[in-house]
């Protein structure tokens, strides 16, 4: 018995321009073993978004629309609504969708668009070179807060997952992580089972996965893992926050 | 076919069915909101989709969206809510995807008043997003003129793969005026292989986007697009010339304000003045052509508009000096009488 | 040492960005960063440095984000481990 652990069809066969050890990396694995495994490649319309992964499109081995910072449930909403029988789905991060974009990824949310949201929360805004992002954590450097996050100037860091699982339109809101290879298979079947979701046309789908920058952190990649693990974490507990019983 | 007594608006949105429209995306604003309330209504009877958007914002990219997956799609607002929507058509424009946007105008600048206003000339055709682009724009006087507008408006924006806009107001919006919806044949759209629809395992991936970080292949896209504009501003040009056979003043004016002109061209005949109108009914491409015509005894220009002056530079670039240009306006939604128009020509012509 | 399951990684040295995630995942401690290869895009690739204790879990393979692992892992006769580590169904 022989088993191959290799290259999805799901992505193009390219080097990324993604820093090495950047999470992102491993998401996109994750997503687009989801779709080959589900055999919906060729049904189906990403939407990018601006960040470090807006270049996605070279990647990903699906039909691609690049969106402006924030827009992309929007987007995905104008791309199933034309095409409800495709598989829709936006892969933001924090910058693209809990800050610019919180309108549009709410209303999706309330609207129960069928389509599925990958959420990369990494801390921090990194194409642009490692700005403060609403999801920053208290104390955290970055460098439009070079002495750290002060609650008390700009807040506290904001729990998507939590928000959106209030809404009545989200069907399947999970928090994951991928600083582990137990963590990184254990997000791979959550984010297979939000593209579920959306073939079963049940709703609003958000996995938001806990990510590390470590160019932007001033960490090497592995110090990374274990600084999402140490402090993200304890803020971001990891866990399903709404999921409908009969899926 | 039997003429219909109908609103502007409501008329506006039966022709977007009449023509094709598939699925509309919208945020209600004063004082258009007749067209979402219609097309929610009888837009799913005909197969579409209606859907409200939570913004104009998040309206524009949802017709970002649908364009760029092959819909056959439109949205609507007023003068603050396109300005909202200007991020939304630089990405439309620069992505080559059609659609068509209607703008039933308002007082502004800001928040403004609900009154009637032109005061968008600027905003429709100088391209209020980033970037170099164009989006063409068909200005309707008539509420028939906007049934006929709303096809050539869909058409075109396939034809070009760009936006297109219909400039409409808020006095042509509200009115109500005598309509026929010509038999509309539903033509069979030419295949869309550049909307990205999966790929079906049969293809290389398609990949819509506005983005490139190559300067030379930017400036490529770009070529790409003016190409497009100088073809548009050759085909697609259109004007109406009303009595300018031996005017002694011409005055130009496009949308509601022309037939305001109109009257007051009338008022001014009795008393034996000959003025002429030229209006333009596209604002983007600009018709110059009628305005190299211009001949003795013409000895001046007048631009009038429900703004501070927007058509006017057109105006101005068009006529080249070559004859003084003026302007009279009124603008906060106030709406001109034919009267004082023509008291302001005869001021311009001494003859008051 | 005789196992029922072994495996082989194959590392895709140009596509290596020489992060490290695989080598504190591999739980047969077995990879490592070259002190001396640089490869196409100036990084220092990993490299197996005892590719007989490879269990074939496929850590690395889960962990690299740049797709430069590839991992067979061959279950051997007599194995009652019938299930995959990863089991995703």
């Given at each position: 018995m022989l088993k191959l652990f290799t290259r999805t069809p799901g992505l193009k066969d390219r080097q990324t321009h993604y820093c090495p050890g950047c999470t992102h990396g491993i998401i996109h694995r994750l997503v687009a073993e989801a779709l080959a495994d589900?055999?919906?490649?060729?049904?189906?319309?990403?939407?990018?978004?601006?960040?470090?992964?807006?270049?996605?499109?070279?990647?990903?081995?699906?039909?691609?629309?690049?969106?402006?910072?924030?827009?992309?449930?929007?987007?995905?909403?104008g791309a199933k609504r034309v095409h409800p029988d495709k598989i829709v789905f936006t892969y933001q991060g924090d910058g693209d969708l809990a800050s610019i974009g919180t309108a549009e990824i709410v209303h999706a949310a309330h609207r129960s668009e069928n389509i599925t949201v990958i959420f990369v929360n990494n801390a921090i805004y990194g194409m642009t070179g490692g700005q403060m992002a609403p999801t920053t954590l208290v104390g955290q450097k970055t460098t439009t807060a070079p002495k750290g996050r002060d609650a008390s100037h700009c807040g506290s860091p904001l729990r998507i997952s939590e928000m959106l699982a209030a809404i009545p339109g989200a069907s399947y809101i999970a928090r994951v992580s991928v600083h582990s290879p137990t963590h990184v298979r254990q997000a791979g079947k959550k984010i297979r089972t939000a593209f579920a979701y959306q073939q079963a046309e049940k709703g609003f789908s958000m996995i938001e996965v806990l990510s590390t920058c470590p160019t932007g952190w001033g960490l090497s990649p592995v110090q990374a893992l274990g600084w999402l693990a140490e402090n993200m974490i304890p803020y971001y507990p990891l866990g399903v926050y709404k999921s409908l019983e009969d899926v | 076919m039997a003429r219909t007594l109908m609103k502007g608006n409501e008329a506006l949105a039966k022709a977007a069915i009449n023509s094709g429209c598939t699925h509309f995306f919208g945020y209600p604003i004063t004082p258009q909101n007749e067209i979402p309330e219609y097309l929610a209504r009888e837009l799913p009877k005909h197969g579409g989709v209606y859907l409200q958007a939570e913004s104009e914002l998040a309206a524009i990219h949802m017709v970002y969206g649908a364009a760029a997956t092959g819909g056959r799609v439109m949205t609507s607002s007023s003068s603050p809510g396109i300005a909202l929507m200007q991020e939304g058509l630089s990405v439309l424009a620069a992505a080559q995807l059609p659609c068509v946007v209607l703008n039933v105008q308002r007082a502004g600048p800001g928040i403004g008043g609900i009154q009637p206003g032109q005061a968008d000339y600027r905003q429709m055709t100088r391209g209020g997003g980033n970037g170099d682009y164009r989006i063409p724009s068909l200005a309707p006087a008539t509420i028939q003129e906007s049934v006929e507008?709303?096809?050539?408006?869909?058409?075109?924006?396939?034809?070009?793969?760009?936006?297109?806009?219909?400039?409409?107001?808020?006095?042509?919006?509200?009115?109500?005026?005598?309509?026929?919806?010509?038999?509309?044949?539903?033509?069979?759209?030419?295949?869309?292989?550049?909307?990205?629809?999966?790929?079906?395992?049969?293809?290389?991936?398609?990949?819509?986007?506005?983005?490139?970080?190559?300067?030379?292949?930017?400036?490529?896209?770009?070529?790409?697009?003016?190409?497009?504009?100088?073809?548009?501003?050759?085909?697609?040009?259109?004007?109406?010339?009303?009595?300018?056979?031996?005017?002694?003043?011409?005055?130009?004016?496009?949308?509601?304000?022309?037939?305001?002109?109109?009257?007051?061209?009338?008022?001014?005949?009795?008393?034996?003045?000959?003025?002429?109108?030229?209006?333009?009914?596209?604002?983007?491409?600009?018709?110059?052509?009628?305005?190299?015509?211009?001949?003795?005894?013409?000895?001046?220009?007048?631009?009038?508009?429900?703004?501070?002056?927007?058509?006017?530079?057109?105006?101005?670039?068009?006529?080249?000096?070559?004859?003084?240009?003026?302007?009279?306006?009124?603008?906060?939604?106030?709406?001109?009488?034919?009267?004082?128009?023509?008291?302001?020509?005869?001021?311009?012509?001494?003859?008051? | 040492m005789a196992r029922n399951i072994t495996g082989t990684v194959f590392i895709e040295v140009d596509r290596c960005k020489g992060c490290g995630l695989c080598t504190i995942s591999c739980p047969a401690k077995i990879l490592r960063i070259s002190e001396s290869t640089i490869n196409a895009y100036g990084y220092h690739p990993v490299f197996v440095e005892r590719p007989d204790e490879c269990t074939g879990c496929s850590n690395c393979f889960v962990m690299c984000p740049d797709l430069a692992i590839t991992v067979e892992r061959t279950s051997h006769q007599g194995a009652d481990y019938g299930q995959d580590i990863d089991e995703r169904q």
């Open positions: 589900l055999d919906v490649l060729g049904r189906t319309i990403g939407c990018a978004s601006v960040g470090c992964s807006i270049l996605s499109y070279n990647y990903f081995n699906v039909d691609m629309i690049e969106s402006a910072h924030g827009r992309a449930p929007a987007v995905a909403t | 507008m709303m096809s050539e408006a869909f058409e075109i924006a396939e034809l070009y793969r760009s936006p297109v806009f219909i400039v409409s107001d808020g006095m042509l919006g509200q009115m109500m005026e005598p309509v026929e919806f010509s038999s509309w044949k539903k033509e069979p759209l030419p295949p869309r292989t550049w909307a990205a629809v999966g790929h079906r395992n049969s293809r290389k991936p398609i990949i819509i986007k506005t983005m490139s970080l190559v300067p030379e292949i930017l400036e490529e896209n770009n070529k790409v697009l003016q190409q497009k504009y100088r073809t548009i501003e050759k085909q697609e040009c259109r004007h109406e010339l009303f009595r300018t056979d031996g005017a002694e003043i011409i005055i130009t004016s496009y949308g509601s304000t022309s037939r305001i002109v109109k009257d007051s061209i009338e008022i001014l005949a009795h008393e034996g003045i000959k003025a002429g109108l030229i209006r333009a009914k596209t604002l983007w491409p600009f018709p110059v052509q009628p305005f190299d015509q211009l001949a003795y005894p013409c000895t001046h220009v007048l631009c009038v508009e429900m703004n501070c002056g927007q058509m006017l530079d057109d105006v101005r670039l068009a006529v080249k000096e070559r004859l003084p240009v003026s302007f009279y306006g009124r603008c906060g939604g106030v709406i001109p009488t034919p009267g004082e128009i023509a008291d302001h020509v005869k001021t311009i012509l001494g003859r008051r | -």
